[in-house]
C-alpha cells in the first residue's frame, strides 16, 4: 500500500496498514530552514514556481511524511480579494499587512486604506498567486502519485477577520449580524471554487484551517452562527468534487465540542492542548487528528518527539500530524522521528 492509499483509507474511516504521518501545509505549513536551499528558501517559495515545487517534494523526501502540500502560507486568497501581503523571511510566513474592509463606516476609506465590506471584489483564483499555486499542484501530483496531494483553504471566518479587522467583525456579529453573513456566504462561494481548482489540479485532501473560530474567541453559540455553515458547507463543497476535508482548529475545544460534532469532514486536526485521547473516546463521528506539540518538535530530543507520537498511535489515533503547525527552525531529525515511532509503533 502507497503512503496516499494508506491515507486515504484512513480518510475514509477505514483502519489503514498504519497510522499517516502528515503536515497539512497552509497554515500549517510543511517547511523548515534545513530543507531549504538558496534555490527553495522562502520567501522565494512563496511566490516562484519552481522553488515552490523544489521545496515541497524536498521536504517529503527529508521527512518521510505521507504528504506533499501546498502551499507555504495563509495568505493566498486574501491576497486574491486585494490584501497587501508581507512575504516574510526564511524564518517568517507571509502575512496580511492590513485590514482592506470596514464593517461598520467607522474607519474612512480613503484615508484608512479600506473600503466598505459591499465593494468586495470577486478574487480571480485563475490569475496572479492562486493560479501559480495550481500549476505547482499539477506538477506535483504528477511527479509524485504515490503521495497524497493536500490542497489548503483558511476557513471564511478566519479570512474575513483579516480582511476586516478582527475586533471589529466580532462586534458586528452582535450589532450587525446580517451584513457578516452575508459576506461569509459570499466567500464561502469563493473557497468553494477555489477548493474545487486544487482538486482538479491534483489534490486528494483539502485542509480547511479556521485559526480565528476558536473556543476561546467565539464560544459555542458565535462559533454555530458563523463559522459552522461556512464549513460545513464548504466541506460538502469539496466532497462533491471529489476530496476528502480534514478542518483545523486552533487553541482549546472544550467549549465548541458539542459544534464540532456537527461537522461533516473526514478529520478533524486539534491543537496541542487538547487531549486526543479523551476525545476518541466520545467517538467523534470524523477521525481525529494531530497533535503533536511545536514546541516539543522543535526543541526535542527526538524520543520525545517519538514518545509523544507512540503515546497517539497506540491510544487508536490513525492520523499524527504536528499540532498548529511546524517552527521553521524545527530540526529534520525530530520530524523524521515522528514517522519512525508511528512505523515502529
Known amino acids: 500500500m502507497t503512503p496516499r492509499e494508506n491515507l486515504m483509507q484512513i480518510l475514509s474511516g477505514q483502519k489503514g496498514e498504519r ?18 536551499t538558496a534555490e527553495t528558501a522562502w520567501p522565494r517559495a512563496h511566490t516562484d514556481e519552481e522553488a515552490m515545487v523544489g521545496l515541497a517534494l524536498a521536504m517529503q523526501e527529508a521527512s518521510g511524511f505521507d504528504n506533499l502540500a ?8 486574501c491576497e486574491a480579494y486585494g ?35 459591499a465593494l468586495l471584489r470577486r ?14 499542484m499539477r506538477r506535483l501530483r504528477s511527479l509524485r502519485p504515490d503521495v497524497a496531494l493536500v490542497g489548503n483553504l483558511n476557513g471564511p471566518f478566519s479570512i474575513l477577520g483579516e480582511l476586516a479587522d478582527l475586533p471589529l467583525l466580532l462586534k458586528s456579529t452582535r450589532r450587525n449580524g446580517d451584513q457578516v453573513h452575508g459576506l461569509l456566504a459570499r466567500i464561502t462561494d469563493d473557497l468553494v471554487e477555489l477548493g474545487k481548482l ?20 467565539l464560544g459555542g453559540g458565535l462559533f454555530r452562527d458563523f463559522a459552522l ?8 463543497g469539496l466532497r462533491l468534487a471529489g476530496a476528502a476535508v480534514i478542518v483545523h482548529i486552533c487553541g ?4 465548541i465540542e458539542q459544534e464540532l460534532f456537527a461537522l461533516v469532514a473526514q478529520a478533524v486536526s486539534f491543537d496541542s492542548s487538547v487531549n486526543l485521547l479523551a476525545l476518541l473516546e466520545k467517538r467523534p463521528p470524523w477521525q481525529v487528528m494531530g497533535n503533536v506539540s511545536p514546541l516539543v518538535l522543535e ?29 521553521p527552525t524545527t530540526p529534520l531529525a525530530h520530524l523524521r522521528a515522528m514517522r519512525e515511532a508511528v512505523v515502529r509503533s
Open 19 to 36: 497510522p499517516a504521518v502528515l503536515c497539512p501545509g497552509g497554515m500549517m505549513s510543511l517547511a523548515v530552514t534545513e530543507v531549504m
Open 70 to 77: 501546498l502551499p507555504f502560507c495563509m495568505t493566498l486568497e
Open 83 to 117: 490584501a497587501a501581503v508581507d512575504f516574510g523571511d526564511r524564518l517568517t510566513q507571509p502575512r496580511v499587512k492590513a485590514p482592506i474592509l470596514s464593517l461598520d463606516g467607522s474607519v474612512d476609506p480613503a484615508a484608512g486604506g479600506r473600503r466598505p465590506a
Open 123 to 136: 478574487p480571480d483564483f485563475q490569475r496572479g498567486r492562486p493560479a501559480l499555486v495550481l500549476r505547482a
Open 198 to 217: 486544487q482538486v482538479a489540479a491534483g489534490a486528494q485532501v483539502v485542509c480547511l484551517a479556521e485559526p480565528t473560530a476558536t473556543g476561546e474567541i
Open 229 to 236: 455553515p461556512g464549513l460545513n458547507r464548504l466541506a460538502a
Open 252 to 255: 482549546d475545544v472544550r467549549w
Open 299 to 327: 526543541a526535542g530530543p527526538a524520543e520525545s518527539v517519538a514518545l509523544q507520537c507512540r503515546r497517539l498511535a497506540t491510544g487508536g489515533v490513525r492520523l499524527i500530524a504536528p499540532a498548529c503547525g511546524i517552527v
